[in-house]
């Protein structure tokens, strides 16, 4: 079994979690795909979808799901999403496609979220996948002094453009001992519009795909 059928057994698992009549947040990446395909198979049984990037919003759009605005919702009772790195407490490090902001935003807005993954994602300390911080273009220089001085080797991720306009700085050589304090203490920083913690704001139930089928952590 590859990595991806792992993540589409997680992400066709998901599909349990969607409330019939209701709105759906829908994440970014690979797993956040095949859930979006399974989802389709459903389409008649749902209001439409809130997307967190403009490739969500497409593929959704071409299987014939309405794409509301998160503005126009007033429940969003389910939001799933994939991770690059979750600890045990369900804590995420997000954002290798770089939708980590639009991510947070749905996930926030969400009643519960749900992380779809192949098992390679879960680990004891978060931060060997270098950690997606969204920068404002004109504070790049400031923000990555500032992330050397919390420890950090931030690199900048070449030719990528947020749907945001911004730009997203990797931060290399953390182990991330703390994730809810460091989600905070870079959020402080002048310049940050996001980073790709969600460790005040973890999953609620992580749906982990592996070689013998699909395992639920909450
Ligand atoms: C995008 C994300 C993705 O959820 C994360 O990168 C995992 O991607 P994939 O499902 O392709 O492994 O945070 O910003």
Excluded at 7 to 33: F, P, Q
Excluded at 62 to 90: K, T
Excluded at 181 to 189: F, M, P, R, S
């Amino acid at each position: 079994m590859t990595r991806d059928d792992m993540k589409k057994m997680a992400a066709e698992a998901a599909l349990e979690y969607v409330e019939a009549g209701s709105v759906v947040g829908v994440g970014t990446g690979s797993t956040a795909n095949h859930f979006i395909d399974a989802l389709a198979g459903i389409k008649h049984r749902i209001d439409g979808a809130v997307a967190s990037s403009e490739a969500t919003a497409e593929r959704l759009r071409s299987h014939g799901i309405l794409v509301m605005d998160l503005n126009e919702v007033v429940e969003l009772p389910v939001y799933v999403d994939g991770a690059d790195e979750s600890n045990r407490y369900l804590q995420l490090i997000k954002g290798g496609g770089g939708a980590l902001t639009r991510e947070k935003i749905v996930a926030a807005a969400s009643r519960t979220f749900v992380c779809v993954a192949d098992d390679s994602k879960l680990v004891d300390i978060l931060g060997a996948f270098p950690l997606p911080i969204e920068v404002i273009p004109m504070a790049r220089s400031y923000v990555a002094r500032e992330i050397v001085k919390l420890g950090g080797q931030p690199v900048l991720r070449e030719g990528f453009t947020t749907d945001n306009g911004n730009i997203i700085l990797d931060v290399h050589n953390m182990q991330i001992m703390e994730p809810a304090k460091l989600e905070t203490a870079l959020n402080q920083i002048a310049g940050v519009v996001t980073n790709g913690l969600f460790a005040n704001r973890p999953a609620d139930v992580l749906l982990l795909g592996g070689e013998d089928g699909v395992t639920k952590l909450t």
